[in-house]
């Protein structure tokens, strides 16, 4: 075991979100190319990748490719990438991107992928880093906190018991570690469902960076989302909450030390409130034209937020698409968000994320069911009705014959909800 040795902790990169900003995506991925490259400079041994390395298990190509050949270049250096996967980057039953980099070669799958049953025991594998002689195992995360019954079904005690320096890579919220305005809102695991008697415990899932102590002693860290996808998570940043980027670690006779290095470009983000109550449409426009000027840059990334009650009409008519039109003529993008935006032509606010939004419809959905159905009861159910939803909604490929398009999903579905294939007569 080497006695100093330095490694990279990536977590939430999300290639390939803000899949309407083209402008904000590139930022984004050009942010998670400059923590790779940072991989390089600090000379880190190995890199860790606690989950969602992309937005969804199959990107576009054009997102995967950069970030691909910039993980091939770590390798061929002879550093070495540890992946798990996280709520966005996995499925069950379908193959991702992170299978595909896996089997050629650009990093190592530390975390078994088995769909297994509910409350059924099973061992944790680990795999030793022949650098660094580092311990390394890890669980990866599924959609909206349902991995917490895999945390507590695992069986650890033979990696804890493990000489040398042991990590151990997760993507789920640690309950104690939440900020206060995610408590009510996220599902995570207690700290000691974690594997205990470990150095390093490498978080993600929560974008939001923070430090501290895992079961029985052993740095617990969550670097942050490299970027973000949400305003909220720009807020976070711009406010210094939170960090953007990748954490190097030192490890000096097994004490462990992290930095946090920022990738995503502070100078370019800008965030704009912008409160309408009591204006009319024409006033409103005014208002949000005056306020672009004001941020307009051939690089700035604008992101307003409209809120308010209007005196008069509707969204559609403060002609969005045309004020942001104007205001980056130069260059620049403009990313809305009017979630909290009313008006008389308008039932009410959008409130809440993506994330929060599929919850809501989800719990909605099972609620209505009356249908003779225990297995759609609890987290399981939850479960497959998610995973039902996002094999359905996957978009046909270009030049995919739609006959096989629909045989695929129609396959999709049936594992998805545990049936087997029909047989032909």
């Known amino acids: 075991m080497a006695d100093r040795f330095v490694f990279a902790h990536l977590a939430d990169a999300h290639v390939g979100a803000w899949p309407r900003a083209p402008k904000v995506r590139a930022a984004l991925r050009e942010s998670v190319l400059r923590a790779l490259a940072v991989v390089e400079e600090r000379s880190a041994d190995f890199l860790l990748i606690s989950g969602d390395l992309f937005h969804t298990p199959v990107p576009d190509p054009t997102e995967v490719a950069p970030v691909a050949a910039a993980l091939k270049r770590l390798v061929d250096q002879g550093r070495r990438v540890y992946a798990i996967y996280g709520s966005h980057d996995y499925v069950a039953h379908r193959t991702s991107w992170l299978d595909v980099l896996a089997a050629a070669g650009v990093f190592v799958k530390v975390a078994p992928e088995a769909v297994r049953t509910e409350g059924t025991r099973w061992t944790l594998p680990f795999l030793i880093d022949p650098g660094t002689g580092a311990r390394i195992a890890g669980i990866s995360g599924r959609s909206h906190g349902l991995d917490r019954e895999y945390f507590r079904a695992v069986d650890s005690e033979a990696f804890s018991a493990e000489p040398g320096y042991r990590i151990f890579q997760f993507h789920a919220a640690v309950e104690e570690y939440l900020p206060a305005g995610l408590k009510e809102h996220i599902r995570g695991i207690r700290r000691d469902d974690l594997p205990s008697a470990c150095d390093y415990y490498a978080g993600g899932h929560i974008h939001f960076t923070y430090e501290g102590e895992g079961p029985g002693g052993g740095l617990l860290v969550n670097p942050g989302a490299v970027f973000g996808t949400s305003r909220t998570d720009l807020e976070n940043a711009v406010a210094g909450r939170t ?14 030390s992290v930095e946090f290095v920022d990738t995503a470009p502070p ?29 307009k840059g051939p690089a700035a990334l604008v992101f307003p937020k409209v809120h308010g009650t209007l005196a008069e009409g509707g969204v559609a008519g403060l002609s969005l698409t045309e004020v942001a039109r104007a205001a980056t003529s130069e260059g620049g993008a403009v990313t809305w968000d009017v979630r909290d935006l009313v008006g008389p032509a308008t039932e009410g606010s959008l409130r809440g994320d993506e994330t929060d939004i599929e919850t809501r419809e989800v719990e909605a959905l099972l609620a209505e069911t009356r249908l003779d159905a225990p297995w759609l009861a609890g987290p399981r159910g939850e479960r497959v009705v998610r995973d039902l939803v996002r094999e359905l909604g996957v978009p046909k490929a270009e030049g995919e014959a739609r006959a096989d398009y629909e045989a695929m999903r129609l396959e999709a579905a049936r594992q998805a909800l545990g049936l087997r294939a029909e047989r032909p007569a």
Do not use: M, N
């Open 267 to 295: 100078d370019r983000i800008r965030l704009v409130d912008i409160d309408v109550s009591g204006k009319t449409v024409e006033e409103a426009r005014a208002e949000l034209e005056r306020a672009l000027v004001e941020e």
């Open 243 to 256: 960090h953007q980027g990748i954490a190097i670690v030192t490890v000096e006779g097994g004490r462990s």
